[in-house]
């Protein structure tokens, strides 16, 4: 019994010895980065997920929309969010939402969709948290179901981590 004790604990000691080279960083365990470098919104099924340097590093459950949720926004008014690849270009600190991140919509190819059909094709779509009327309400409190008119929304306190975690500049995909 006594041969066996010791042997486990040279085996145990074993393990405890360095590898030939230095051991991997982990990938961050669903924390906000910094600075994310992608951001990655998929519609159906109502996330929207952050990436840095390739790696997903936290991801946003039960996002709304826009009161027409399916499709590619066409043009103003059709309470659609637009669908495909886009930049955050700018912010809005004094928003009627607990902050906005305002995506680049639209490109050319969307104004030139809206113009083939005599209409505009709008603009101003943002994330953005809920209406500053339901402050009081707190950070996790949310508009049941889809209700912008073609933006995404999420709680406030989610737009204060994207606020800080999304610089301007940063690509953004939207998948039906």
């Known amino acids: 019994m006594m041969r066996y004790a010791v042997l486990l604990i040279a085996m145990l000691l074993a393990a405890c010895q360095p590898t030939s080279g230095p051991a991997p960083e982990p990938a961050p365990a669903n924390i906000v980065p910094a600075a994310a470098d992608f ?3 998929d519609k159906s099924d109502r996330t ?6 390739g790696k997903l590093v936290k991801t946003y459950q039960g996002i709304g929309f826009g009161d027409a949720p399916s499709g590619h926004k066409q043009f ?4 659609r969010t637009p669908e495909g690849l886009y930049t955050i270009d ?3 600190p004094n928003s009627a939402y607990h902050l906005s991140l305002r995506i680049s919509y639209p490109n050319t190819a969307d104004r030139a969709l809206a113009e083939s059909i005599g ?12 209406p500053n009327a339901m402050s009081g309400l707190g950070p996790d409190a949310r508009i049941p179901g889809d209700w912008t008119d073609g933006c995404i929304a999420v709680s406030n306190a989610e737009i204060t981590e994207l606020w800080n ?12």
């Open 39 to 41: 951001v990655l919104v």
């Open 48 to 53: 929207l997920a952050l990436y840095y340097e």
């Open 76 to 79: 103003e008014g059709d309470e």
């Open 90 to 92: 700018t912010r809005n």
């Open 119 to 130: 209409r505009d094709p709008g603009g101003d779509i943002f994330i953005h948290g809920q």
């Open 165 to 176: 975690a999304i610089p301007d500049g940063t690509p953004i995909e939207i998948r039906p």
